[in-house]
């Protein structure tokens, strides 16, 4: 099953409709994540493994990941979630029951409080912007769309990208791990976070 949030890009100004319809697609890609990932066999890897590689000295170790193409590095998790280098895999940090979801000003807070990289020279964390988050998206699969190799565990679902609307100040741009989809969402609505340097 293939979630399409197309009905949602009628009129912005409803609100309620749009957080109701948003909430229910969470809910329901958060349910789709569990599930196994399908890829097309006619279309080749948009992000193939040998497009990232592991950030040496990061801590945890192996958290970090460099995007050959673009030079951006990420974490391989979303917060609220930590990389266990053991089991290759994002896993919830023990103090939440599930990845962390926040208001687009509350996504800002936390990449500006986020701990900084032990890598030598790292920069801030900070919101990856509306191409840098969209340029995770591998639309060759779904559920999740994204490499598992190299993102694992994560929630299928909208992540927050630094980018606000120019077309609605209340707006800001949101992209679907889920299928690899981006629009635009109410910045009060609450999405998850995926850092970038």
Not at 84 to 102: E, M, V
Not at 132 to 156: H, I, Q
Request: glycine fraction near 6%; hydrophobic fraction near 40%; charged fraction near 20%.
């Amino acid at each position: 099953m293939r979630l399409s949030l197309r009905f949602l890009q009628t009129d912005l100004s409803k609100g309620a409709a749009m957080r109701g319809g948003a909430a229910l697609c969470l809910g329901l890609s958060i349910l789709a994540a569990q599930a196994q990932q399908v890829c097309s066999p006619h279309m080749p890897k948009e992000r193939p493994d040998s497009r990232y590689e592991v950030v040496q000295n990061a801590e945890p170790a192996n958290s970090e990941v460099r995007d050959i193409r673009t030079g951006l590095v990420w974490q391989r998790c979303a917060l609220g979630m930590v990389w266990n280098d053991s089991a290759q895999t994002c896993q919830l940090d023990g103090s939440l029951t599930s990845a962390q979801i926040a208001t687009w000003t509350q996504a800002l807070d936390l990449a500006r409080a986020a701990v900084p990289s032990k890598v030598a020279g790292a920069t801030a964390w900070r919101l990856p912007s509306h191409a840098e988050l969209y340029s995770l998206a591998d639309r060759s699969c779904y559920r999740p769309a994204l490499n598992t190799t190299w993102f694992p565990g994560d929630p299928a679902s909208w992540f927050w990208s630094g980018s606000p609307n120019r077309a609605a100040v209340d707006s800001a741009w949101i992209v679907n791990t889920y299928n690899g989809e981006d629009f635009v969402s109410s910045k009060n609505t609450r999405w998850f976070v995926r850092l970038v340097r």
